[in-house]
């Protein structure tokens, strides 16, 4: 199921059909923690945060110099992680 307003791309490995099987795995695993359902959302699942805490293991994250991370609830643990990195603000 496409986004609204959006159409499924074809092709046989296309982000949707990525993004289907992973909503429709963790449903089907118990993986997926509220707000459910997942489909059609940057899902919450059961060790997202552990997952965003090792965001600051990856060189990429360490060499950034700016990181976007969108207000999602599984993406907490990457606003922290981006925060605790960051230098003081300076005026």
Do not use: Y
Request: hydrophobic share 40%; proline share 11%; charged share 25%.
């Amino acid at each position: 199921m496409a986004a609204p307003g959006r159409a499924l791309p074809s092709g046989p490995s296309s982000k949707w059909d990525i993004r289907e099987k992973v909503w429709e795995h963790l449903e089907a695993s118990g993986l997926a923690e509220f707000p459910r359902p997942v489909r059609g959302r940057i899902p919450n699942f059961k060790g997202s945060l552990q997952a965003c805490c090792s965001l600051r293991e990856l060189d990429a994250f360490s060499r950034a110099r700016e990181v976007k991370v969108d207000p999602d609830k599984p993406l907490e643990g990457a606003r922290l992680a981006a925060l605790q990195v960051t230098a003081p603000w300076q005026p």
